[in-house]
């Protein structure tokens, strides 16, 4: 449920109207300014739910009476209100208690007001001179350039710090997306506006860019990759088809999404007879090859045993050149919290044939991933085995 004030210049306080409303724009008139509604949101629930219902029923109970004493008859009362409004002049957005906006309700009026805020938190606050100061912004530079830029940024002159460009950054990172936009957007202004204060910042943008992963991995791109992609449904023999060519080769490594997995691959090498050994973050494990009758695929200078297969969770895989490579689950390259993992592995191993097994979802990426590092896709697509039957 939402809350509204309406309230007219001739209706004394008592006559206020308070409307109870499910509308998404929820206002209330505060001397010619409009008053956001606020409550437990998206935004809240990311930061953990520190704002309870409570806490949110007192910020508009507080806002309401602020909003009636502006409209009272005695002066007394209405200086009163007038003075609180005056102190908070953010009142809109800045109270402690009223969390952060429906993403619907993020418009282009909300925006310039978030920025305008920033801007001014920005240009007086320690935290952005702090970071500028890192690069060699003395204060007195750091003063006068902050007050260009946020005079360019109110005037709309500033790429990407438009109101209407500003709604997606304050949906997806809020208050804190806003910051670091406004800090990256004042060394981009430098830049142009004042390259002699910023002197090196253009060479450490150039060698710090992270645009074009591919280029990291010089070995394997010095490699001439063939790489499959096994999709379909579950219980299709994707991953069957890619563990019997991992089976036969001379080195190949298993990458696996969980640990579980991993071991049920080292058992099924052993058991056909392959020297297998597994790596999980927990645990290393090389088989004892006199009672699993398996003879290694060599030794090492060392005199260590060289086994023939490598089954690991993909965070662990070993940075070695193999003939067969095998990534499960694919599709997990598009996650947020692992993704890099798959990514690493598609982009850095050193293996001459790589077979990549998961849902058809991931093709698209996988082949614009492939065609930046000019490598090909071939795609095998399965058909579920058995059928699915409904229990009652």
């Known amino acids: 449920m939402r809350w509204r004030v309406i309230a007219a210049a001739a209706r004394p306080a008592s006559s206020a109207v308070l409307i109870r409303t499910r509308a998404a724009a929820a206002a209330a008139a505060l001397g010619g300014r409009s008053l956001r509604c606020f409550h437990g949101s998206l935004e809240c629930e990311r930061k953990g739910g520190k704002k309870s219902r409570d806490a949110h029923a ?119 997306g806003l910051a670091r936009l406004i800090i990256n957007r004042f060394f981009a202004f430098l830049e142009k506006e004042a390259p002699h204060v910023v002197k090196d910042i253009g060479f450490l943008r150039k060698i710090t860019n992270m645009q074009y992963p591919h280029e990291w991995s010089v070995a394997a791109r010095s490699m001439k990759r063939r790489i499959i992609m096994h999709v379909g449904p579950t219980n299709s023999g994707k991953t069957y088809h890619a563990l019997q060519r991992l089976q036969n080769a001379r080195q190949g490594i298993y990458c696996s999404p969980l640990r579980l997995l991993a071991y049920e691959v080292y058992n099924r090498m052993l058991s056909a007879g392959v020297a297998c050994m597994v790596i999980t973050g927990e645990d290393r494990r090389v088989p004892n090859y006199e009672e699993a009758g398996i003879t290694p695929a060599g030794y090492a200078i060392s005199g260590a045993a060289i086994t023939q297969v490598v089954s690991c969770t993909i965070e662990m895989a070993p940075n070695q050149p193999y003939n067969v490579a095998v990534i499960d689950e694919i599709q997990m390259i598009a996650d947020r919290e692992r993704g890099w993992a798959w990514t690493n592995a598609l982009l850095g191993l050193r293996a001459r044939e790589i077979h990549l097994c998961g849902e058809p979802s991931a093709v698209p990426l996988v082949k614009r991933m492939c065609a930046a590092m000019d490598e090909e896709v071939e795609v095998r697509e399965y058909s579920r085995l058995g059928s699915l039957q409904v229990c009652d």
């Open 58 to 176: 007192n910020a508009k109970k507080a806002a309401q009476e602020q909003s009636v004493m502006l409209w009272s008859e005695d002066p007394l009362v209405r200086r009163k209100g007038e003075q609180m409004q005056r102190k908070d002049e953010m009142v809109r957005f800045g109270h402690a208690d009223m969390g952060w906006p429906r993403d619907e309700d993020i418009d282009g009026e909300f925006a310039q007001t978030m920025l305008i805020h920033g801007l001014a938190q920005f240009r007086t606050g320690e935290r952005g001179y702090r970071r500028c100061a890192l690069f060699g912004i003395s204060r007195d530079d750091f003063e006068e350039w902050t007050t260009k830029y946020e005079t360019s940024a109110r005037r709309g002159e500033i790429e990407r710090l438009q109101p209407q460009a500003l709604i997606p950054v304050l949906v997806r990172g809020g208050k804190d």
